[in-house]
């Protein structure tokens, strides 16, 4: 079994900062690609941000770029979110995406999904 629990949502006034984490845990041969998305009420699930395993590449959605920052640190195996300058029109659930090898044999790569962790902007 594989679990990704995120943390650190919130209520933050407009204009403030959260950082969020993603940890994974279980039946872990490798962490690969990670990803953090994002869904509003009333609208679908939308990617925010990527990172590669080595975490040198990292991809942001156009609404991201210059505010939020994606990175990791594969010794916790924990991927985080840092978001700056948040506005209203960011409030939504973060979900962690992660597409994970598992222990086990035979090895393979599954997607995986964090419960998601309410964060919102209001003043």
């Known amino acids: 079994q594989v679990q990704l629990v995120e943390s650190g949502g919130g209520l933050v006034q407009p204009g403030g900062s959260l950082r969020l984490s993603c940890a994974a845990s279980g039946n872990i041969f490798s962490i690969n690609v990670m990803a953090w998305y994002r869904q509003a009420p009333g609208k679908e699930r939308e990617l925010v941000a990527t990172i590669t395993s080595s975490g040198l590449s990292t991809n942001y959605a156009d609404s991201a770029k210059g505010r939020f920052t994606i990175s990791r640190d594969n010794a916790k195996s924990t991927v985080y979110l840092q978001m700056n300058s948040l506005k209203p029109e960011d409030t939504a659930v973060y979900y962690c995406?992660?597409?994970?090898?598992?222990?086990?044999?035979?090895?393979?790569?599954?997607?995986?999904w964090g419960q998601g962790t309410q964060v919102t902007v209001s003043s």
């Open positions: 995406k992660g597409h994970i090898t598992v222990g086990s044999w035979p090895r393979r790569e599954y997607v995986y």
